[in-house]
Nanobody
């Protein structure tokens, strides 16, 4: 059974960086699209970035040029490098898997296997 576990969150000052990891177990992640999402208190969950099995990436406009998604199939892990973090990036970050190969969506409804989330707080 597939399990996704996020790690790497924490407290960082504005302008700082964090790298989140999404480690898969129970099934290879390689063929599938993996997405990163975030949810701030009182807000809906939103898509941040996703990476297809062929490593094609999609980003939300709010993070383009600051965040980079990548994957290491040998480690069965997907990463989200976050640079130039701002207070509005504060949220719980989740990774999830889309079981439909080839899709590159940022819509949470199209992802059906989720991790438990990791908190990212950007504050001085």
């Amino acid at each position: 059974q597939l399990q996704l576990v996020e790690s790497g969150g924490g407290l960082v000052q504005p302008g700082g960086s964090l790298r989140l990891s999404c480690a898969g177990s129970g099934r290879p992640l390689g063929p599938y699209t993996i997405g990163w999402f975030r949810q701030a208190p009182g807000k809906e969950r939103e898509g941040v970035a996703c990476i297809r099995g062929d490593s094609i990436t999609t980003y939300a406009d709010s993070v383009k040029g600051r965040f980079t998604i990548s994957r290491d199939n040998a480690k069965n892990t997907v990463y989200l490098q976050m640079n130039s973090l701002q207070p509005e990036d504060t949220a719980v970050y989740y990774c999830a898997l889309d079981w439909l190969p080839g899709r590159a969506s940022l819509r949470p409804a199209e992802f059906s296997s989720w991790g438990q989330g990791t908190q990212v707080t950007v504050s001085s």
